[in-house]
């Protein structure tokens, strides 16, 4: 009663199959980057629409005036005090309407 080396063999190849499965699943992406930056007054943001730059406190209430009033809106931050609420580009028209002080 010997040691079967073609058991260690087979249990070998099969974990060495497995790490290489798991290094090409899970390594990063080598798609290149869109050149878009990510925050800031240039960042890709998609579907949404900045329609008021200002302060933290006046973004948040402008934003919750916007959803009160039935438009989608979030807030984005720029930098350290400044910030944008940000809305669909198909309520952009609706949400400057609701913002704008004159009315």
Known sequence: MGF???TLFWAAGILAILIL?????FAPSKRPHTGRPQTGPGADTGLLVPVLQTSRSTALASKDQLIARGVRASVSRLAVDSYQVMVFRTDAERAGEILRPDR
């Open 4 to 6: 079967d080396f073609t």
């Open 21 to 25: 499965m798991m290094r090409w699943v």
